[in-house]
C-alpha cells in the first residue's frame, strides 16, 4: 500500500528532476575536485529549507595536499550531513558520493546540461551519483511534507572523493565526526530488485623495475629495465594466477553468484620519465590490479603479492620499487540482518517482484561504514546507464521509484522490532 510520502514523490516528479538537473550543471568533476564548494552551498541551502540541522566537515588544506596531491589542495573537501532528529535511539544515515568523473567525448546531449529527453534525464553524474542523492533528499522532503515520523533518527550524508577512493570523503566522515549512525545506506551498489550486501576488495599497486640507462649504441654498458620488466612479469603471472584458483578465495552471494578473484596486470605500464627512442630505460614500470573477494583478507592478499614479486625479482637479480596506488578491503553483511530484511520489504512493496541480495564487483564507500566501523550497511540506488560513459543517464520513472523504496523504508524500519519494520 502506498503511504502519503510515495503518493507527494509522484505528484513531485518535476520537482526532483528539476533538482537534479540544476546541480547536474554543478560540474563537480573529479579530478582535481572542481565546484565542490558551489554544490555543497546548493545542498546545505536545500536541507536547510527541509527543516534539518546541518554539518559541514571540510578537510583541512594540508591533510588534502598529504593525502593527495600538494596541488589538489587548492580544491577544498567538504563533507555536509543533514540531520532530521526525531528523538529516536537508533540513526540511519544515507550516504551519496557528489563528485563525477571528468567527460570527454562527443555527447548528443551536452554533460553538463541535465537535458531531459523522450523520459530519461542526460548528464555526467546522474547515474553516478547525484540522481540517487537527490532520491533520497527527496525521500526524506515527502516523510516530513506528509508529517510521517519515522522511527529511526535521519542523516543524509553528500560526500566527496568517491571516485578516487573515498578517503577524504566517507572515509573523513566516519573518521572525525563524533556522532556514527547505527546503520548506513550507500545510496550505489544496488538497483531495482538487487540489494547490494557488500562488495569486493582492491590491491592496486605500480611496480618499478630498476635498471641501468644509457645511449642505445652502448647496450653492454645497460641494463635495459624493459627487457627486465618482462622477465618480471613473466615469472610472476602464473604464480599469481595459482594462488587465484584456491577455492576458499571463492565468495558465493545469497543469489548464488559466485566471485572470484582477479587480477590485472600492465593496466598502466611504460619506461621512466627520461624516454626517448635511443635510450635504453633505466626504470620500466606496470600496475597491479588485483581484486579480492569477501572470503579473502586484504593484508594476507598484500602480503601474497609483495612475497611473489620480491621473490622473482631476487631470482632474476634486478631490483625493483613498490608503490601502493590504492586499497580497499572487501566487506559483505548477513542477509539475514534486520537492515537488509526490512530494505528488501521495501523494495519488493514498492516495486514487486522478489528483491535479491548481491555483492558488487567493484566497490563503494560501504567499506568505511563495514570495516572501518563495523556499521550494518546496504547498497541501493536508481539504475543508471552508460555510468562514466558517453550519454550517462538515468530514467525519470526509476529516479522516482527509488525515491518511494527509500521512503517506504524510513517509514517501516523499527530497529530492534522482529523484523526490523
Same mark, same amino acid.
Given at each position: 500500500m502506498n503511504t502519503d510520502a510515495e503518493t507527494w514523490l509522484a505528484e513531485h516528479e518535476e520537482d526532483l528532476c528539476a533538482f537534479l538537473a540544476e546541480i547536474v550543471r554543478i560540474p563537480t568533476v573529479n579530478p582535481p575536485g572542481e565546484h565542490y564548494t558551489d554544490l555543497v552551498e546548493r545542498l546545505d541551502a536545500k536541507l536547510r529549507e527541509m527543516g534539518l540541522s546541518t554539518e559541514i566537515v571540510t578537510v583541512p588544506r594540508e591533510i588534502v595536499a598529504k593525502t593527495l596531491r600538494a596541488d589538489f589542495?587548492?580544491?577544498?573537501?567538504?563533507?555536509?550531513?543533514?540531520?532530521?532528529?526525531?528523538?529516536? /535511539?537508533? #540513526?540511519?544515515?544515507?550516504?551519496?558520493h557528489y563528485d563525477v568523473v571528468p567527460a570527454a567525448g562527443i555527447w548528443k546531449h551536452p554533460p553538463f546540461s541535465g537535458k531531459r529527453e523522450g523520459g530519461w534525464l542526460f548528464g555526467r553524474g546522474t547515474a553516478d551519483? /547525484?540522481?540517487?542523492?537527490?532520491?533520497?533528499?527527496f525521500a526524506v522532503e515527502a516523510l516530513r511534507r506528509t508529517a510521517l515520523k519515522p522511527h529511526v533518527?535521519?542523516?543524509?550524508?553528500?560526500?566527496?572523493?568517491?571516485?578516487? *577512493? *573515498?578517503?577524504? *570523503? #566517507?572515509?573523513y566522515l566516519v573518521s572525525q565526526r563524533r556522532r556514527t549512525p547505527d546503520f548506513a545506506v550507500v545510496c550505489e551498489g544496488g538497483a531495482a530488485g538487487k540489494i547490494g550486501i557488500g562488495h569486493n576488495g582492491i590491491v592496486q599497486w605500480e611496480v618499478t623495475v630498476l635498471g641501468k640507462g644509457g645511449h642505445s649504441a652502448y647496450p653492454s654498458r645497460t641494463v635495459n629495465a624493459f627487457e627486465e620488466m618482462i622477465a618480471l612479469?613473466?615469472?610472476?603471472?602464473?604464480?599469481? /594466477?595459482?594462488?587465484?584458483?584456491?577455492?576458499?578465495k571463492r565468495f558465493v552471494t545469497p543469489s548464488g553468484e559466485e566471485l572470484e578473484p582477479v587480477v590485472n596486470l600492465g593496466g598502466v605500464f611504460g619506461p621512466g620519465k627520461a624516454a626517448k627512442v635511443n635510450i635504453i630505460p633505466g626504470e620500466a614500470s606496470f600496475t597491479v590490479d588485483r581484486r579480492l573477494t569477501p572470503s579473502e583478507e586484504l593484508n594476507v592478499v598484500e602480503r601474497e603479492l609483495r612475497e611473489i614479486?620480491?621473490?622473482a625479482a631476487a631470482k632474476c637479480r634486478m631490483g625493483i620499487r613498490i608503490r601502493q596506488i590504492h586499497t580497499t578491503a572487501p566487506c559483505a553483511l548477513s542477509p539475514l540482518s534486520a537492515l537488509p530484511q526490512a530494505f528488501r520489504r521495501a523494495v519488493q512493496g514498492v516495486r514487486g517482484g522478489r528483491a535479491r541480495f548481491t555483492v558488487n564487483r567493484g566497490a563503494t564507500d560501504m567499506h568505511y561504514y563495514a570495516r572501518k566501523r563495523g556499521i550494518?550497511?546496504? *547498497?541501493?540506488?536508481?539504475?543508471?546507464?552508460?555510468?562514466?560513459?558517453?550519454?550517462?543517464?538515468i530514467s525519470v520513472a526509476d529516479l522516482v521509484t527509488t525515491a518511494k523504496v527509500y521512503a517506504r523504508f524510513l517509514h517501516d524500519f523499527v530497529p530492534g522490532s522482529r523484523e526490523g519494520g
Open positions: 589542495a587548492d580544491f577544498p573537501r567538504h563533507n555536509l550531513v543533514g540531520r532530521w532528529d526525531v528523538g529516536a /535511539k537508533k #540513526t540511519v544515515q544515507f550516504n551519496s551519483m /547525484k540522481g540517487s542523492l537527490v532520491a533520497s533528499l533518527n535521519v542523516e543524509l550524508a553528500f560526500v566527496a572523493d568517491e571516485e578516487i *577512493g *573515498g578517503e577524504l *570523503g #566517507t572515509g612479469v613473466s615469472r610472476i603471472e602464473p604464480e599469481i /594466477k595459482r594462488t587465484l584458483a584456491d577455492p576458499r614479486i620480491q621473490s550494518d550497511t546496504i *547498497g541501493y540506488g536508481v539504475e543508471g546507464k552508460n555510468i562514466h560513459a558517453i550519454e550517462e543517464r
